[in-house]
């Protein structure tokens, strides 16, 4: 059973940055594809920044390209989403979540393995 623990939300003002971490354990990370979604208050679930098992394709939502990076470390277990240039609009609680067919696409019915989010909050 795949287990996610995401990292590195917190308070930051416009413009500023953060990078969140996600750890993979329960399975092979290698062969999942990986992805970060965000849940804005009173919004459904959006799709952010999605990357391939081997790490040579990603995808972007278009709101947040140009500013934001997904990257896995597969030695690590763990896939980062930095975040630059950040908005107001950005803030919300990031999940981590798990493809098992490896695409890392926006897909959401190929994800079966979600972290517990963490909060991300744009303020000045």
């Known amino acids: 059973q795949v287990q996610l623990v995401e990292s590195g939300g917190g308070l930051v003002q416009p413009g500023g940055s953060l990078r969140l971490s996600c750890a993979f354990s329960?399975?092979?990370?290698?062969?999942?594809?990986m992805a970060w979604f965000r849940r804005a208050p009173g919004k459904g679930r959006e799709f952010v920044a999605g990357?391939?098992?081997?790490?040579?394709?990603?995808n972007y939502a278009d709101s947040v390209k140009g500013r934001f990076t997904i990257s896995r470390d597969n030695a690590k277990n763990t896939v980062y989403l930095q975040m630059n240039s950040l908005e107001l609009e950005d803030t919300a609680v990031y999940y981590c979540?798990?493809?098992?067919?490896?695409?890392?696409?926006?897909?959401?019915?190929?994800?079966?393995?979600w972290g517990q989010g963490t909060q991300v909050t744009v303020s000045s």
């Open positions: 329960g399975r092979t990370f290698s062969t999942y594809g």
């Open positions: 990357v391939k098992w081997s790490g040579q394709s990603t």
């Open positions: 979540a798990a493809d098992k067919y490896g695409f890392g696409d926006d897909r959401l019915h190929e994800y079966d393995s």
